[in-house]
């Protein structure tokens, strides 16, 4: 569809407001929370990878991507959380110490709070610790970790570790691009969810 591509196209531009003003666009044309997220939005994070990888892009440009991409999430965010949904339980999330990535996270804070669900952001870098005050605080249901560099998966399993000393028992729920479904099971932890849109499912089955 022309206009998911445009605003694909905007994020790997770093255009904000274009894809801003593209996602009000393709709301009124009708098209889905998901489809606007999957097709256009997470779609130019998709062209921008690579090319970061391969040196053809630096870090202010996957920045400025970044942040386009973020002004398309506000936009349907509006789409997604509406103020009618019965709240399912709490979920604490975060990304963990040593990793500051959190657009993924941040898709799947919105889907989650659109499908009911209290969700307690602590951003990002965060020792174990800060999830287990938190817990201490929130007595969530669930607790989701994510991770996007190899280098930070030992922290995953660091912080599952910890969480299961503690005598309030929220099932942990990971993920993150290098985390796997064989990698959540190696460090016990609850559940694996591959996206935002499978994490609002594998919530629905941890707490059900
Ligand atoms: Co970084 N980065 N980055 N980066 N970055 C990656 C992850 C990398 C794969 C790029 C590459 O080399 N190809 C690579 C990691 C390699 C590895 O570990 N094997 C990498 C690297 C190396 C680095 C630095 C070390 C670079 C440097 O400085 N030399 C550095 C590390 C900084 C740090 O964290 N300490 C770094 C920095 C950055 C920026 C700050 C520039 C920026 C982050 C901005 C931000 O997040 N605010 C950035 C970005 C944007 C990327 C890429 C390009 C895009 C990540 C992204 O947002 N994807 C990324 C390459 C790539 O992934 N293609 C890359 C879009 C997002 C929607 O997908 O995050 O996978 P994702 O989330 C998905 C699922 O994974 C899942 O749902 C989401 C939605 O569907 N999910 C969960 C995520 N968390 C979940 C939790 C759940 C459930 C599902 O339950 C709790």
């Given at each position: 569809m022309e206009i998911l591509d445009g605003i694909r196209d905007a994020v790997v531009a770093g255009d904000a407001l274009e894809t801003k003003e593209l996602c009000q666009r393709a709301i009124e044309e009708g098209c889905s929370a998901s489809q606007i997220l999957e097709e256009g939005l997470i779609a130019g994070m998709n062209v921008i990878g690579p090319r970061?990888?391969?040196?053809?892009?630096?870090?202010?440009?996957?920045?400025?991507?970044?942040?386009?991409?973020?002004?398309?999430?506000?936009?349907?965010?509006?789409?997604?959380?509406?103020?009618?949904?019965?709240?399912?339980?709490?979920?604490?999330?975060?990304?963990?110490?040593?990793?500051?990535?959190?657009?993924?996270?941040?898709?799947?804070?919105?889907?989650?709070?659109?499908?009911?669900?209290?969700?307690?952001?602590?951003?990002?870098?965060?020792?174990?610790?800060?999830?287990?005050?938190?817990v201490e605080q929130y007595q969530p249901q669930i607790v989701g970790l994510s991770a996007l560099l190899t280098t930070t998966m030992g922290q995953m399993k660091n912080t599952v570790d910890t969480l299961r000393t503690l005598k309030l028992k929220p099932k942990i729920m990971v993920g993150g691009a290098p985390v796997s479904q064989e990698f959540c099971d190696q460090i016990g932890a609850d559940a694996y969810a591959a996206d935002a849109a499978s994490a609002v499912e594998i919530a629905n089955a941890l707490i059900a």
């Open positions: 970061f990888k391969n040196n053809e892009v630096f870090v202010p440009e996957v920045l400025i991507a970044a942040r386009a991409m973020h002004s398309g999430m506000d936009v349907i965010k509006t789409l997604i959380v509406s103020s009618d949904v019965k709240e399912k339980g709490t979920i604490v999330i975060g990304t963990v110490k040593g990793d500051l990535h959190d657009i993924g996270k941040n898709l799947v804070v919105i889907m989650l709070e659109g499908s009911g669900y209290k969700v307690i952001d602590l951003g990002v870098d965060l020792a174990a610790e800060k999830f287990v005050e938190a």
